[in-house]
């Protein structure tokens, strides 16, 4: 099994930062591949960005040139990031982080989740 804790949410005023950090342990020789979702209320679960074994990066449309998402594989526990910038009211969700295995460069939801991490950014 593969545990994934998020820490790094809160609320922030609009235009402000905030990094996310979801720190994985466990059996983390059964992922490769890292990830976020966010949800908001009264919507649908949505991909906010990845990162694969190929250290290829993924973003929503609606969060590219704001957040970055970046991994450290020699840190114990293995860790990603989610730096976000220049954070909007639609921004706010609970933010959740993903772990699988992937090959290369392609990305797919793994079965591995966090509890979430509320970001709420206030207008």
């Known amino acids: 099994q593969v545990q994934l804790v998020e820490s790094g949410g809160g609320l922030v005023q609009a235009g402000g930062s905030l990094r996310l950090s979801c720190a994985a342990s466990g059996s983390i020789f059964r992922i490769n591949a890292m990830g976020w979702y966010r949800q908001a209320p009264g919507k649908q679960r949505e991909l906010v960005a990845a990162?694969?074994?190929?250290?290829?990066?993924?973003?929503a449309d609606s969060v590219k040139g704001r957040f970055t998402i970046s991994r450290d594989n020699a840190k114990n526990p293995m860790t990603v990031y989610l730096q976000m910038n220049s954070l909007k009211p639609d921004d706010t969700a609970v933010y959740y982080c993903n772990a699988g295995a992937s090959s290369g460069s392609t990305w797919s939801e793994g079965p591995f989740w966090g509890q979430g991490t509320q970001v709420t950014v206030s207008s």
């Open positions: 990162i694969t074994s190929g250290r290829t990066t993924n973003y």
